[in-house]
């Protein structure tokens, strides 16, 4: 296509009012400019461009949009294939000013203005390219005017254009040029971090990076910059938060004044090492390392000696790979920046202090044991943020903790992290100190047995809150894992497994006592007994026969009025339920009990003796003793415990205590073995009123109490038998149907039986005692038989069962029975069925038989 253009032409067509006219001629020349031949000079096409460029520049005034649009185009054509000229660059610049700098919006098209930037875009690339850009120098001041406007416009794209023209005009322009004009553009870009596009708030972080390079480094732009930019470090969109780190990588490399700011640009880099999104992280590493390698060349005589003195610790985390020692270096020369981190801890939103979390974390990794002389300054702090209400903060400061216990000089900051718990006996302290210790490779014997000292005091094992349980617990298990590696002699190891084994069994204790749900800590203090018990080669059972008691001095303050939620009351009942009752501690807790009974209110009365009547169903598993000093210590622990609460008592509590006195005669009747059968006998006298007692619970363990009364008299056993046989009517049908199998079960010693010697005077007394069983043997009949045609189905099993043993034992009575209970029998059938299965014709048989 041949380039000739005839200007006076498109003079008069631009000159002409019709706006069709006008926008044809633009079109055509547009196209003629950009499709004209390579072999045309730029001087025939500068030429024809001063005898135009008053034309197309009064277009960019016309009133029509499509007008306006193609004059901007036909001078981008131009401009395209122009030299470099000052004099068409201020013109062009003079009228962009005119259209895009002023105060109001003067081109109402979105459209249009987008154009006015990518037009002055394409100059700064095109002088840019031809290495002229000084030939701005003058018209800074128009050209600053038109990007804070497009900036501050208020379409998306007419922004993003101005931020990228920007950082084109940063790139290649003279800072003492811009210098004066940077805080008005960097306060305009600020404008722009808020914005609801993602997009836009990336391109003012890349314009502000590039103006910032710019600004005098001793005044309060830099100081600004940071402080609006940080907030965006948490931004929802990773590719916002990846534009921070990348700005920070920007300073580190090419602030002229960048040492002196480290401590404000190395956040924006070090929180995107630690962020959720893979992207930013493969992004951002690279950079990171190559900021570290500047570093180094700039400090390779003191980092390379440091290099050689700072091996890599033995139990470094396993998936963290270590910084190298340029950004190693960065960040140890920037320990300053540790107390604005840990103050961010403490803030009130939840994702600032989670950031902070994680700059710390990236902190700690890079500061290594330089920071170890900090440590006291953010111990405090940061054990607060390791009980924060939530969940993802406490993890996060979990992990800074883990990672501080492995990096810090452990000699170091064992001492302080001591003087925190002694000082502050709080489970944020502990928890902290527990992530540290459990991570780090030190523990000495000393510090071990200091350590069990401490937790054993009462500010710890006997707190009742839920999660310091949990990490009292989880720190004696790193205790144990750390003591398998002491060379200690066995004597010392013992005595630091005693002072365990007291706190586990408190912490225990006390988390089974609580009345909310607790069986995690339960069973996780249990099995921190059995690890104990299995590094000591021993049953759990023999720590409890061994140590218990020592556990049992802990208990303090039982002689005062206490309710049932004191934690001596709880810890008592906690113990009690752990251990159960033991030969080697049975006086000393019996010694507790009466504290408890003597001084404690009525519900912790209660509440302790249900841990006894339920720790006394395993008697016969936990007390071991000969027979003689087996009968000796249950007789001795009825008589002081149990005995003296049998007696009837008014009122809510005494009732309630003799039903807790009942329960645990009954379990002792039941486990205690053969021993309790010489104990039983010496209460008998208290039976009779307990069977009748108001409480049902009372009556129901008395009930089931009766068929362990033997080898008693007929005279002793005649007031508990009729005692049991009037439950045959009791309005509850579990003791009635008791009481009913209880009744064939019960049998007397007599006296004929109890003597060697055949006087004449000892069979007179055994047969008169063999007419009063018989007597009562016949009432008994007569009521198991009124029973017998019951409508509950279990009652009438229980009656024909004693029935049986009765008709056995008592044939001649039985006989006698059932021919009186034939005649009044409303169904004679089932009584005479009954009558054939028990029918006796050998006699009646003895006990033996």
């Keep these: 296509?041949?380039?000739?253009?005839?200007?006076?032409?498109?003079?008069?067509?631009?000159?002409?009012?019709?706006?069709?006219?006008?926008?044809?001629?633009?079109?055509?020349?547009?196209?003629?400019?950009?499709?004209?031949?390579?072999?045309?000079?730029?001087?025939?096409?500068?030429?024809?461009?001063?005898?135009?460029?008053?034309?197309?520049?009064?277009?960019?005034?016309?009133?029509?949009?499509?007008?306006?649009?193609?004059?901007?185009?036909?001078?981008?054509?131009?401009?395209?294939?122009?030299?470099?000229?000052?004099?068409?660059?201020?013109?062009?610049?003079?009228?962009?000013?005119?259209r895009m700098g002023q105060p109001e919006t003067v081109e109402p098209s979105e459209e249009i203005r987008l154009r006015y930037v990518q037009q002055l875009h394409l100059m700064l690339r095109k002088y840019a390219r031809m290495g002229n850009v000084g030939v701005f120098r003058e018209c800074y001041p128009q050209v600053v005017k038109v990007l804070v406007k497009s900036i501050r416009d208020e379409y998306a794209a007419v922004q993003r254009e101005g931020c990228a023209t920007l950082v084109q005009l940063a790139r290649v322009a003279d800072t003492q040029e811009l210098r004066p004009f940077t805080e008005q553009l960097a306060i305009a870009l600020y404008t722009m971090l808020n914005h609801r596009h993602s997009a836009a708030r990336i391109a003012a972080i890349e314009a502000l990076g590039r103006v910032c390079l710019h600004m005098d480094a001793s005044g309060e732009g830099?100081?600004?910059?940071?402080?609006?930019?940080?907030?965006?470090?948490?931004?929802?969109?990773?590719?916002?938060?990846?534009?921070?780190?990348?700005?920070?990588?920007?300073?580190?490399?090419?602030?002229?004044?960048?040492?002196?700011?480290?401590?404000?640009?190395?956040?924006l880099v070090l929180c995107c090492l630690k962020d959720d999104s893979p992207e930013v992280l493969r992004f951002i590493r690279p950079l990171w390392v190559k900021c570290g390698e500047q570093y180094y060349e700039e400090n390779e005589a003191e980092?390379?000696?440091?290099?050689?003195?700072?091996?890599?610790?033995?139990?470094?985390?396993?998936?963290?790979?270590?910084?190298?020692?340029?950004?190693?270096?960065?960040?140890?020369?920037?320990?300053?920046?540790?107390?604005?981190?840990?103050?961010?801890?403490?803030?009130?939103?939840?994702?600032?202090?989670?950031?902070?979390?994680?700059?710390?974390?990236?902190?700690?990794?890079?500061?290594?044991?330089?920071?170890?002389?900090?440590?006291?300054?953010?111990?405090?702090?940061?054990?607060?943020?390791?009980?924060?209400?939530?969940?993802?903060?406490?993890?996060?400061?979990?992990?800074?903790?883990?990672?501080?216990?492995?990096?810090?000089?452990?000699?170091?900051?064992?001492?302080?992290?001591?003087?925190?718990?002694?000082?502050?006996?709080?489970?944020?302290?502990?928890?902290?100190?527990?992530?540290?210790?459990?991570?780090?490779?030190?523990?000495?014997?000393?510090?071990?047995?200091?350590?069990?000292?401490?937790?054993?005091?009462?500010?710890?094992?006997?707190?009742?809150?839920?999660?310091?349980?949990?990490?009292?617990?989880?720190?004696?298990?790193?205790?144990?894992?750390?003591?398998?590696?002491?060379?200690?002699?066995?004597?010392?190891?013992?005595?630091?497994?005693?002072?365990?084994?007291?706190?586990?069994?408190?912490?225990?204790?006390?988390?089974?006592?609580?009345?909310?749900?607790?069986?995690?800590?339960?069973?996780?203090?249990?099995?921190?007994?059995?690890?104990?018990?299995?590094?000591?080669?021993?049953k759990p059972e023999m720590l409890h026969v061994r140590w218990f008691a020592l556990a049992l001095l802990d208990v303090q303050n039982l002689d005062t009025a206490l309710d049932e939620t004191a934690e001596p009351v709880q810890l008592l009942y906690g113990l009690v339920h752990i251990a159960g009752i033991r030969t080697t501690y049975l006086p000393q807790l019996i010694a507790m009990l009466k504290l408890v009974f003597g001084h404690c209110s009525d519900s912790a009365q209660v509440h302790v003796f249900s841990a006894v009547s339920l720790a006394a169903l395993n008697w016969g598993d936990t007390v071991w003793a000969e027979r003689e000093q087996g009968t000796q210590l249950?007789?001795?622990?009825?008589?002081?415990?149990?005995?003296?609460?049998?007696?009837?008592?008014?009122?809510?509590?005494?009732?309630?205590?003799?039903?807790?006195?009942?329960?645990?005669?009954?379990?002792?009747?039941?486990?205690?073995?053969?021993?309790?059968?010489?104990?039983?006998?010496?209460?008998?006298?208290?039976?009779?009123?307990?069977?009748?007692?108001?409480?049902?619970?009372?009556?129901?363990?008395?009930?089931?109490?009766?068929?362990?009364?033997?080898?008693?008299?007929?005279?002793?056993?005649?007031?508990?038998?009729?005692?049991?046989?009037q439950r045959l009517d009791d309005p509850s049908a579990g003791i009635r149907v008791i009481a009913a199998r209880s009744l064939g079960i019960m049998r007397p010693e007599f006296k004929s039986q109890a003597t060697d010697a055949g006087d004449g005077e000892g069979e007179g007394e055994g047969e008169y005692e063999r007419e009063v069983w018989e007597a009562f043997v016949k009432r008994a009949m007569d009521l198991l038989l009124l029973h017998l045609e019951s409508p509950e189905a279990e009652m009438k099993h229980a009656a024909r069962d004693s029935l049986t043993q009765l008709a056995k034992q008592h044939p001649a009575a039985w006989q006698e029975r059932y021919e009186r209970a034939l005649t009044l029998a409303h169904n004679q059938d089932v009584l005479a069925e009954l009558y054939a299965q028990l029918s006796i014709a050998d006699g009646p048989k003895t006990a033996t038989e």
């Design 1 to 98: 296509m041949n380039y000739d253009l005839d200007t006076k032409q498109i003079c008069g067509e631009l000159e002409s009012s019709e706006h069709r006219r006008r926008n044809n001629a633009l079109q055509r020349l547009c196209e003629q400019v950009e499709q004209a031949p390579e072999t045309v000079s730029s001087d025939a096409i500068a030429a024809d461009f001063d005898e135009l460029y008053l034309h197309l520049l009064k277009c960019y005034d016309d009133r029509f949009e499509s007008v306006r649009d193609h004059a901007v185009l036909a001078v981008n054509a131009f401009l395209e294939r122009l030299p470099p000229s000052d004099f068409h660059l201020l013109n062009v610049v003079a009228t962009l000013a005119d």
């Design 634 to 725: 249950l007789s001795n622990f009825v008589n002081e415990i149990v005995e003296p609460h049998l007696v009837w008592k008014a009122g809510a509590s005494g009732e309630a205590m003799r039903s807790m006195a009942m329960a645990t005669l009954c379990a002792l009747a039941q486990h205690a073995g053969d021993v309790v059968l010489e104990v039983l006998p010496a209460y008998a006298k208290h039976m009779p009123s307990l069977l009748e007692d108001r409480n049902v619970t009372t009556r129901h363990y008395a009930a089931k109490t009766m068929i362990y009364f033997r080898g008693m008299s007929v005279e002793v056993l005649k007031p508990l038998a009729y005692a049991t046989m």
């Design 222 to 267: 830099m100081r600004r910059l940071f402080m609006e930019v940080s907030p965006l470090l948490m931004d929802s969109m990773p590719l916002v938060r990846r534009a921070c780190g990348e700005l920070g990588v920007l300073l580190l490399l090419e602030l002229p004044d960048r040492y002196s700011y480290f401590e404000r640009i190395l956040p």
């Design 303 to 538: 980092l390379s000696q440091q290099e050689i003195c700072d091996p890599q610790v033995d139990n470094y985390p396993s998936d963290v790979q270590r910084p190298t020692i340029g950004c190693r270096g960065l960040v140890q020369r920037s320990l300053r920046l540790l107390q604005l981190i840990t103050r961010e801890t403490g803030d009130w939103k939840e994702n600032v202090r989670l950031h902070s979390l994680k700059l710390l974390y990236q902190f700690v990794l890079h500061a290594e044991s330089a920071m170890t002389a900090k440590f006291f300054e953010i111990y405090g702090q940061l054990a607060q943020v390791c009980c924060d209400s939530e969940y993802a903060v406490r993890e996060e400061a979990a992990k800074v903790a883990d990672l501080l216990g492995r990096l810090l000089a452990y000699n170091a900051w064992i001492e302080h992290g001591f003087e925190g718990l002694e000082r502050n006996a709080r489970e944020p302290y502990l928890r902290c100190f527990y992530h540290m210790f459990n991570a780090a490779n030190g523990g000495t014997y000393d510090q071990l047995l200091r350590l069990c000292k401490l937790l054993r005091s009462t500010d710890y094992s006997h707190t009742l809150k839920e999660h310091f349980q949990r990490f009292i617990l989880k720190t004696l298990y790193t205790v144990l894992v750390k003591s398998r590696r002491l060379t200690a002699p066995m004597e010392d190891i013992h005595a630091l497994y005693e002072v365990f084994y007291v706190i586990a069994t408190k912490v225990t204790a006390l988390a089974f006592s609580r009345t909310d749900t607790c069986n995690g800590e339960v069973k996780y203090g249990k099995e921190i007994i059995d690890l104990l018990a299995e590094v000591m080669d021993i």
